[in-house]
């Protein structure tokens, strides 16, 4: 997946919209007054009506340019793709030698062609709508926000509905919804990467820049839909949304940039084979049948109707199907699909990297302690972390609200009032802590910090016991990092608070300011193991999935979790420790470790990759800011509803429930909606080729063709019917039990395999046509014809029950309802047209019941063949579909 995201390199800018691009800089700088007065906007944002009026006049906020994804275009790919213009080329050549240039215009076999292309192209649109119409409910339960201020107050809104003028609020997190003016900045540091392939955040300010010359991307107080917000906070005044954005002007290009998934490439390597055959086939019969028997016209028509029954116009719609009903069927297990390609690559995932916080634990998270440095609990610990949690500006998270809820219980919101921020200094991955300024109404200052123990005792050079501050020894480092560690061990998460009173008077303060810290405590949060995720990761394992955890935690914490949901701890590996590591050493080391605790963000990124480059398929489950470049580094990207917004937009799967169980459910569903596309595949390579060997037999060896060009394509059109059920067939679940991948490989060995052994029993058909049935001679070729057509048409569909299960067909696995109906259907079709005057219709004599037990006779011959040749097949190659 890591392949298939969306990055535009600097140097494609030049390709951008100009009108944008002088629109947004000439808004970066005006003053505030005329900025506000273009926009007919205020400092107290848009009054409710004017935004419904403007959401009117500039439609929905959401970038359309490029995906063309209308009524029209969904008909259009409906019928525009390979095979249906080969089926016109065909029809095209058909009509001038049956109609133009023939004494007897013959409008059939153009006709039929026509009502292939027709029947192929409208199921493929109705799959299409339907798919366009589950993926568009399924859209709706995943739906990203914004805060603006309308009459005077921040509401959050649906991201859809930001207009131009609206002031937005931004935190850490948030994607940003339209091209922004920043008006008010703290630490903002935005991710262009989406833009710019830059991986390393920007810091932006609410100032107007002085270089009128600096690339458009580089004006630091503009922000561009599509970016992240990494930390701090700002308020900023949307500028353009939706196409009439930066990121809106340059959709056809990030479009046309997209690279293939593993899914597309394996589908189009397929399709590649299947026309090679196909144009192969053509000319080889062509030839055979014009030098044999010397009527180049009619050896021309049976060569285009080969072609035509060699052209698997199904498969588009057996793949839009099979996509549409697993996006559908997972969803009723609580996985949406937001790209229906991710599907195959959710069922072909080996390993799982996944946070511990909320996938292993209950996300619930309780505060536990709060201690003071001799270990005793202290509600002046808590205080303080309580007055750092609530004045910070940046994402509340579970631990500041498990604070605030202690702290409320205790009544400390009633001191509130004594204070006002000054400023704050937001959290980072690097640092690990964040800070807060205050001031209380005697003018005191303080600075209170809490974060990872580790990251506090590298700012802190004195300690606080029993109220009186003292230097921090050795001897003091140890005893505290002791305490630290008691718990820890026990399970608890800990964090420590630090503080001190010798604050300047500035009202800016930088990372340069933590340091000569106060440390006065720990906090102690619990966060207790699910009760199902034991069981989740060894039904994960069961079926071919390893489960490997990357936390930012604590190894103690990690370790206490891990051993009591059955993730291996034998061997734990630190940042530090992957920090230390060159690529090679890592290779090694994932093989391995199941378990890496306190990553960077950064880190996880690169454990991720280590996974791949072992030719892993991995998926990454995470719901945080810091596991966004871990969610564009996996195949597959897995988050939930609950998530940050820069997690939602970058992954391919949501989960509405944060649970591995429901992550198993969506793993299975991924397997079984592959397995149903692999057997139409290896059902259409291996019949195609089967029916290469049999042609050019029937044409070396019979005076006359074997079977008339609207014979062929009637009996094609009858085989496509009785393939509609496939993407709706059962999967044995011994399939189920361990990820595939597309293997063009195993597709050629099986086509390479059965496409013979059917060649067998067509000439066998053909033996007991000739010396048993006595259609020997020219003048009985329209009885030859009609046997055949039969015998094809019926074995078509005996081979897919065989095909569709490694165990016996009907007895040990029995097809979904609709696939046994439209197989049964057609072969009664089959039987009534060849056995009554129907056959006349296709130019055909009707078959005598002398046929019937040969016809039974081949076909269980060719059933408890096939069926024998599958057990040594398996036996031999491991697998079977």
């Known amino acids: ?183 008010t900045t703290k630490d903002t540091f935005i991710s262009q990467a989406a833009l710019t392939g830059e991986s390393n955040p920007v810091e932006k300010f609410c100032k107007i820049p002085e270089d009128k010359n600096s690339p458009l991307t580089d004006l630091q107080n503009i922000g561009f839909m599509g970016s992240d917000m990494i930390s701090g906070s700002a308020t900023a005044l949307a500028l353009t949304t939706g196409n009439n954005t930066y990121f809106g002007s340059m959709a056809t290009s990030l479009t046309g940039d997209q690279a293939k998934t593993s899914f597309e490439r394996g589908v189009n390597s397929v399709s590649r084979l299947l026309i090679r055959m196909m144009v192969v086939m053509l000319l080889i019969v062509f030839l055979i049948n014009g030098l044999i028997k010397q009527d180049w016209s009619s050896s021309l028509l049976f060569a285009i109707s080969i072609a035509v029954g060699l052209t698997p116009e199904m498969l588009p719609v057996i793949m839009t199907s099979t996509l549409a009903k697993g996006a559908v069927s997972m969803s009723k297990h609580q996985v949406i699909v937001r790209t229906l390609g991710a599907i195959q690559t959710f069922g072909e995932m080996d390993v799982l990297c996944t946070d511990k916080t909320g996938t292993l634990t209950e996300d619930r998270i309780v505060l536990e302690k709060y201690l003071n440095l001799r270990g005793e609990d202290d509600q002046r610990i808590l205080r303080h972390a309580y007055l750092n949690s609530h004045f910070q500006t940046g994402l509340k998270n579970l631990i500041d609200l498990a604070i605030i809820k202690r702290a409320e219980h205790y009544g400390f919101e009633k001191n509130l009032t004594r204070y006002h921020r000054v400023d704050e200094i937001p959290f980072d991955f690097e640092r690990r802590r964040m800070s807060v300024v205050l001031e209380d ?12 123990v580790e990251e506090i005792m590298e700012i802190t050079s004195l300690v606080e016991i029993d109220g009186v501050v003292s230097e921090i020894d050795e001897d003091l480092r140890q005893k505290t990092h002791d305490l630290y560690q008691k718990y820890n061990s026990a399970g608890l998460r800990m964090l420590a608070v630090a503080q001190k009173n010798d604050v300047p008077d500035s009202n800016t303060f930088s990372v340069a300011d933590e340091r000569n810290m106060v440390l006065i405590g720990f906090i102690g949060f619990l966060d207790p193991p699910k009760e199902s995720a034991r069981g989740a990761i060894t039904a994960l394992k069961e079926h071919g999935v390893r489960t490997v955890v990357l936390t930012g935690d604590s190894e103690g914490v990690a370790i206490n979790v891990c051993d009591k949901v059955g993730v291996s701890t034998e061997q734990v590996l630190t940042g530090r420790d992957v920090e230390l590591m060159d690529d090679s050493s890592l290779l090694l080391a994932v093989q391995t470790c199941d378990l890496f605790a306190k990553l960077s963000p950064y880190q996880k990124e690169r454990v991720v990759g280590a996974f791949q480059a072992r030719g892993h398929t991995v998926g990454y489950l995470g719901d945080g800011i810091n596991d966004a470049p871990s969610l564009r580094k996996a195949d597959v990207g897995i988050s939930v509803d609950s998530a940050v917004d820069i997690s939602k937009e970058t992954a391919d799967i949501i989960l509405l429930k944060k649970d ?222």
């Open 660 to 881: 591995l169980l429901v992550l198993e459910e969506g793993v299975i569903e991924g397997r079984h909606t592959f397995g149903n596309m692999i057997k139409y595949i290896k059902l259409a390579t291996s019949g195609n080729f089967g029916n290469i060997i049999s042609v050019i037999v029937a044409s070396i060896f019979l005076p006359f063709l074997p079977m008339l060009p609207v014979q062929i394509l009637t009996q094609n059109l009858l085989c496509d019917f009785s393939q509609m059920g496939i993407p709706f067939d059962k999967i044995d679940s011994e399939y189920l039990k361990k990820p595939h991948k597309w293997d063009i490989g195993a597709i050629l060995s099986f086509m390479t395999v059965f496409g013979p052994l059917s060649s067998i029993f067509d000439i066998l058909c053909f033996a007991i046509l000739w010396f048993a049935i006595g259609a020997n001679r020219i003048e009985y070729a329209p009885l030859f014809h009609s046997g055949w057509f039969v015998y094809g048409t019926i074995s078509q569909v005996l081979i897919i029950h065989v095909i569709r299960t490694a165990k016996i067909p009907f007895v040990q696995s029995k097809p979904a309802f609709i696939l046994a109906l439209t197989t049964f259907v057609i072969a009664v079709i089959a039987l009534m047209i060849g056995f009554t005057e129907l056959a006349i219709g296709l130019d055909m004599t009707p078959l005598s019941t002398q046929f019937v037990p040969w016809l039974a006779l081949i076909l269980l011959a060719y059933g408890f063949c096939a069926q024998f040749i599958k057990v040594i097949y398996i036996k031999h190659y491991g697998e079977w579909i």
């Open 441 to 452: 109404k005697t003018g005191k200052r303080q600075l209170i910090t809490k974060g990872a």
């Open 1 to 183: 997946m890591q392949e298939s995201r969306n990055v535009l390199p600097a140097n494609r800018f030049i390709s951008t919209n100009l009108d944008t691009e002088q629109k947004i800089r000439k808004f970066a700088f005006l003053p505030a007054e005329e900025l506000f007065h273009s926009f007919a906007s205020s400092t107290s944002g848009l009054e409710l009506s004017e935004a419904e009026r403007r959401l009117k006049k500039y439609g929905k906020n959401e970038i359309t340019s490029g995906k063309e994804n209308t009524v029209f275009h969904r008909l259009r790919a409906a019928i525009v793709n390979p095979f249906n213009v080969i089926l016109f080329v065909i029809a095209i050549v058909t009509y001038v030698t049956d109609v133009v240039i023939s004494q007897k215009a013959d409008y059939l076999t153009v006709n039929i062609i026509l009502i292939l292309i027709f029947v192929s192209s409208m199921v493929a649109f109705i799959q299409a709508e339907r798919s366009h119409s589950a993926t568009e409910k399924l859209s709706h339960l995943i739906i990203n926000t914004a805060d603006v201020l309308r009459d005077g107050a921040f509401v959050n809104i649906p991201m859809e509905e930001v207009v131009p003028g609206d002031i937005v609020q931004l935190s850490a997190g948030d994607m940003l919804p339209a091209d922004l003016r920043f008006l």
